[in-house]
């Protein structure tokens, strides 16, 4: 069981704050012979598996390093790009990594104003009267909880399935934010969550979950 | 335990079935705006799950609940996606909407000589062989 990460939107659905607790990697090394056997393409300065999924190598999986040497997007250690290099039969056998890519700062931030519209039309679109937004969103690999305050402030944590209790992890999460970033003389609504305390509260309650000291 | 309505849309998100039980609340547009709304909605949720999952997804986006309905979704590999808004205690959904699915959709549409796919589903023997598979399951009659 654990919690992967956890969002905090302001009311007018920016990211505030954003924790990633357990983060999982998934990689995959294999030797490859010319020609290459797998499809890439090159998308957002990333060398992307296009076609061609096989041991563990998914699409969407980004080019990580080249025998042992990590990229840096599309160029490799020495400025040279990676697409002529891997088209060249001489510099092959080659050991490749390739991995599932961690979400950028950016992405974190697209997503997050993301859940705001889906939160709005899904109250929108009910078949009962007076129904809230999103408060659970299940996908078969994880669980997405979501809490909003009266006024308006969005807790998300996104989880595994079979986590328990994390209504309850929500509520704390809520007072650590009550106590530790609104009480702070320096903390002005609606921006990011800048607070020592608060963070390192956040961690130790993160902490005694995973340890099940809450787990009463 | 009820069920309030079900979405079908082809690959390409035109609406091919609507079908309505218990619904307490009309969203006051007309079906073909509220299906595009739906669509546009389920289209972003696939995305936001994709993008949000820490490990790679095989199924994805399954159901998400509010306070007070559940929306159980369901795609098939050739991207019919069906959608059924139940209430927040039923139990089982998926494998009532699979069975739409096999026993319904493909039994009285695709093998259908009459039906052409990507078109509103207008044949009265599956309206009313879903209407019976419906309320048949234990999930709308308790």
Known sequence: MAIY??????????LIYQYDHTSIKI???????????????????????????????????NLLAINGIQLNGTLLDDGREVSPFLADQSNFPLSLKFGRPKLSTNEKIFLASMFYPLFAIASQLSPEIKSSGIEVLEAD?????????????KFLIVAEPKQLNVEHLLRRVY??????????????LEMPIRCEQFESNLQLLLEQEKSGINNV | MTIHNLYMFDRHGVLMYYGEWNRKRQS??????????MYGMLYSIKNFVNKMSPVDVREGFQCYRTSKYALNYFETPSGVKFVMNTDLHSQGVRELLQQIN???YIEYCVKNPAYKSGETIQCELFKTKLDELVKQSPIFKS
Do not use: W
């Not at chain 1, 990460?5 to 920016?14: P, R």
């Not at chain 1, 957002?44 to 969407?60: C, E, M, Y």
């Not at chain 1, 690999?141 to 402030?153: A, E, N, S």
């Not at chain 1, 650590?176 to 702070?184: E, P, Q, T, V």
């Open chain 1, 27 to 61: 990689e995959v090394e294999k030797t490859f012979t010319f020609p290459l056997d797998i499809q890439l393409v090159e998308q957002n300065k990333r060398i992307v598996v296009a076609f061609g999924q096989k041991d563990g190598i998914n699409v969407g999986h």
């Open chain 1, 175 to 188: 007072e650590l934010y009550a106590d530790f970033a609104l009480k702070n003389p320096f903390y002005s």
């Open chain 2, 28 to 37: 006051g547009m007309t079906i073909e705006e509220e299906a595009k709304l």
């Open chain 1, 141 to 153: 690999t994880f669980k997405l909880h979501c809490f909003q305050t009266l006024t308006g402030i």
């Open chain 2, 102 to 104: 096999s026993q319904i």
């Open chain 1, 5 to 14: 990460s956890i969002f905090i939107l302001s009311k007018s659905g920016g």
